[in-house]
């Protein structure tokens, strides 16, 4: 109801409401329509409020923005060639801006899921290697959007042959996890099903020694986000 009233004044503003003012108002309000999961009315929103922006100077970086989560919108419905041509149109802005933000590996990364999606595998790769760099220099290996993009990283390797490759990743993310993040995370035991599937197809066997879970646990880790 409150939505609906906003958008009946954004559609006739008061004089003096900068474009700016209405395409960020637009944007709150798709947020609330994309938690309720009505992503179709989100989306329609976000294209208004970039259209909004398009011919405003300077905007390109919170254009980017608005198609970043019209990607994830995208996604989210299984619409994956207009998620990747979204992400792919943000990735070209924030490039042109000279962007190496903690939020332009995730846009990577989330560009790369949705061409895993279109079998797109080499590409996926690419542009995982790249949020991986990025994303280890600005949040460093342990954070939980680093570790994602290892976890897509290494199946993306799988899915291209590179078994040593995605082993090795495996290997770094488990001993991460053991380390810092402590056992008692539901993408451990996957992750962990993962590498010895991996191993035993190279032939190999890992040297594991448990660690007691009550040392593991960490009563300060916030939930981990699923990547993949």
């Not at 979204?86 to 990364?109: D, I, M, P, Q, Y």
């Not at 949040?139 to 290892?150: E, F, S």
């Not at 056992?183 to 590498?195: C, I, Q, V, Y």
């Given at each position: ?28 309000i ?5 938690s ?107 954070d ?48 962990k ?26 009563p300060n ?8």
């Amino acid at each position: 109801s409150y939505c609906e009233n906003a958008l009946r004044i954004y559609n006739k503003p008061v004089p003096g409401t900068t474009v700016e003012e209405i395409a960020g108002g637009l944007t709150e309000i798709s947020a609330i329509y994309e938690s309720v999961d009505e992503p179709e009315e989100a989306l329609k929103l976000l294209q208004k409020s970039m259209k909004l922006l398009e011919d405003k100077p300077g905007q390109q970086s919170a254009i980017a923005g608005l198609e970043a989560r019209m990607g994830v919108m995208y996604y989210t419905v299984g619409r994956y060639e207009d998620a990747r041509n979204a992400f792919e149109s943000a990735v070209t802005k924030l490039r042109a801006a000279g962007e190496k933000s903690a939020f332009f590996g995730v846009v990577l990364n989330q560009m790369g899921l949705a061409c895993v999606q279109l079998f797109k595998i080499d590409e996926a790769g690419e542009l995982f290697e790249e949020a991986r760099g990025i994303l280890e220099q600005e949040r460093g290996p342990c954070d939980q959007d680093t570790l994602g993009v290892y976890s897509n990283l290494a199946a993306t390797y799988d899915a291209m042959g590179r078994i040593e490759d995605a082993i090795e990743i495996l290997e770094q993310v488990l001993k991460l996890r053991e380390e810092k993040l402590g056992t008692a995370n539901p993408d451990f035991e996957d992750e962990k099903k993962r590498l010895a599937e991996l191993l035993k197809e190279a032939g190999r066997s890992r040297n594991y020694k448990a660690k007691s879970l009550q040392n593991l646990i960490d009563p300060n880790a916030r939930p981990p986000k699923k990547e993949s």
